[in-house]
């Protein structure tokens, strides 16, 4: 990267930052590393791993199992497939910046060899229903 920092890359800079909210979180003295180097092991950032850390804490408390991970190339957004703990799968995904949790099907009702068809499908469903304006 060159010692100028253009505009092109200030625009870019400034349409990121507008497209995250920020957390400012403290740890206690030694923990940094231990975190760091777990995060590394993972393959993730420090920022990729505390948000996985977050969200799977939230789907724990909250009695759900996330199934898979999923995304849809068309249009470009991306979701969870979760299991509730009423036996109900749900899609967990974010549109235009507000997060969504839609309850779907039984488990019951989903052969486990389509799970990823299903996750896929389930994700597009929905967000069309939000282009739509519909349920």
Not at 25 to 44: C, P, S, W, Y
Not at 67 to 94: A, C, F, K, P, V
Not at 116 to 121: K, L, V
Request: glycine letters at 8%; hydrophobic letters at 35%.
């Amino acid at each position: 990267m060159g010692a100028i920092y253009t505009e092109a890359q200030k625009e870019a800079t400034r349409r990121y930052v507008n497209s995250t909210d920020q957390i400012r979180v403290r740890t206690d003295k030694g923990n940094l590393d231990f975190i760091k180097a777990h995060a590394e092991t993972m393959g993730e950032t420090m920022g990729e791993f505390v948000n996985r850390a977050i969200v799977e804490a939230i789907y724990r408390d909250r009695g759900e199992i996330l199934i898979e991970t999923t995304h849809s190339d068309e249009y470009d957004i991306s979701g969870r497939l979760l299991l509730s703990g009423d036996n109900h799968y749900e899609i967990d995904y974010i549109v235009d910046g507000v997060r969504k949790i839609k309850r779907l099907d039984e488990q019951k009702d989903v052969p486990s060899c389509f799970i990823s068809d299903y996750a896929w499908m389930s994700l597009e469903n929905e967000y069309e229903n939000e282009l739509l304006g519909g349920e």
